[in-house]
């Protein structure tokens, strides 16, 4: 091991010569920096954190997208429903509450369940978390949150959509 204050790759040619001078039967090769080392030493993890983080996001998208899709046909089969609501004088923000209220429910209850299978499959992998104690209460607020936020957002434009229907249209339709 060499210590530098300078550029360490530029050193090499002239480690290796200093080293052959000494010895000349002691081989030099696959000279790295520390940097170099503890990179490829870190290789696997990165990749494991990498591809766990993009199937993360994948399975968010999934899960707003089907939320999204089972709020927008509730809305579709409720519409006569909610043009009866909107008849009889419902504001447009009672009717938006109403589609998000069922939405966050449908969320609150996923996260319900999930949160135990959670704290129980930390277990499983506190091996690969590094930095993290199994079940950390700030990892596990923030991804809680972030999970009622996309859920809110992927219920907000189906409620939107039900909020601005015209109770006539709606009731010509039955």
């Known amino acids: 091991m060499v210590r530098t ?3 360490p790759t530029n050193l090499i040619t002239a480690i290796r010569h200093e080293v052959q001078t000494m010895d000349k039967n002691l081989p030099v090769f696959d000279v790295k920096t520390l940097t170099q080392q503890v990179g490829e030493s870190l290789f696997q993890e990165r990749l494991v954190a990498t591809l766990t ?5 994948l399975a968010l998208l999934l899960a707003s997208i089907g939320l999204y899709g089972i709020m927008s046909h509730a809305v579709v089969r409720r519409t006569n429903e909610i043009g009866i609501r909107m008849a009889l ?3 447009s923000g009672d009717v938006l ?4 209220r069922e939405t966050l429910l449908l969320v609150l209850i996923g996260v319900g369940i999930g949160l135990p299978v959670a704290l129980v499959a930390t277990r499983l992998i506190s091996s690969q978390l590094f930095g993290l104690t199994p079940n950390d209460p700030l990892t596990l607020t923030i991804a809680t949150l972030l999970l009622l936020a996309v859920g809110a957002v ?5 409620a939107r959509r039900a909020s601005r229907v015209d109770p006539m ?3 010509r339709c039955e």
């Open 169 to 171: 249209v709606a009731l």
């Open 53 to 57: 983080s993009f199937f993360g996001l």
């Open 154 to 158: 992927a219920g907000y434009l189906p």
């Open 97 to 100: 509450w109403l589609v998000l």
């Open 89 to 91: 004088g419902a504001l």
């Open 5 to 7: 204050m300078g550029n």
